[in-house]
DNA sequence: TCAGTATACGACCAATTATGTCCGTGTTCA
DNA sequence: TGAACACGGACATAATTGGTCGTATACTGA
């Protein structure tokens, strides 16, 4: 239904909270679930496959947690979303390179496949930094981006 | 995951396969079924969705089926993906119109509730005959659409 | 060196959603 | 009247998601 799931919801939410305090070595996944209300072990796990991705370091033992392992600013929705959700596509149909092994019919593929890029587009011009920034004033300054859908 | 269902993906088969052929009356749910190799009870029940939302006409009895009920210029996928699948949204904290009923936290919905906008804006600027009229050789004019993402 | 705190990871279960089927009803037309 | 169709509810099955548990491992500081 085109929504993320909660995981990468979560991901996002932690990514986000660590980029709102560069000052501490690092946090526990116990703590950053505190802070949202959210399974602390649900949340390690997610915590655990960024890291593997490499966009968290972590740390094991007292004082130990996770840390962004670049700047906010070089880490995108898109990239969380991938490391969390794996690919995705808006179509359904994404076997290999060549999808549609049953109906050779699936003509509608290719536009969506399209929008889909667009929609990557959006979610890779979003950082993490972003998100965290986000606390202003409504008067603030807007960043408005540009992007090109060509069907 | 950010995914079309195969119920959005059918409609938008079959809306498109009505809009490749204008001259033909009416369509049965089973004869657009057989084209693509579905389920035709499954796409009767699609085609029954779009009805009830205007998209389609129908047509009972003898040599009955659907028909568009707009130019295929003015159907969107947007509205195709929302008749069929609801009202989406790239968060999953969605009750009513405030969210996040035990998070006060989610900080992070409302900057991606404009992503949210931006895709529905280019699920917005894709009609049914962009969709159809896509079976051209490369070489034929494209249409670059311009969307803005305002974080 | 040892206790405490933390990550790492696989297995498992529960809940939800997606997908598809069945069956009965009503409508239209030849 | 009967065939071909739409309509719609109930149901069954499959897949995914969300979450838990248990255990192993790694690091820290006293």
């Not at 179509?91 to 999808?99: H, I, L, P, V, W």
């Given at each position: 239904m085109l929504k993320l799931t909660k995981k990468a919801d979560y991901g996002l939410m932690a990514l986000k909270y660590l980029a709102e305090r560069p000052e501490t070595a690092a946090l526990s996944a116990k703590d950053i679930a505190d802070a949202y209300g959210i399974p602390a072990q649900l949340l390690a796990k997610i915590l655990q496959q960024l890291t593997r991705k490499g966009l968290l370091k972590s740390h094991a033992g007292m004082n130990g947690g996770y840390a962004l392992a670049k700047s906010a600013g070089s880490i995108s929705a898109y990239e969380v979303i991938l490391a969390i959700d794996g690919p995705f596509f808006i179509?359904?149909?994404?076997?290999?390179?060549?999808?549609c092994e049953l109906t050779p019919s699936c003509t509608i593929k290719e536009p969506l496949a399209r929008v889909n890029e667009t929609i990557a587009g959006v979610l890779k011009s979003i950082s993490i930094q972003d998100l965290a920034e986000h606390e202003h004033q409504p008067g603030h300054a807007p960043e408005p981006k540009l992007v090109t859908l060509t069907i």
């Open positions: 179509t359904s149909c994404t076997k290999g390179a060549n999808g």
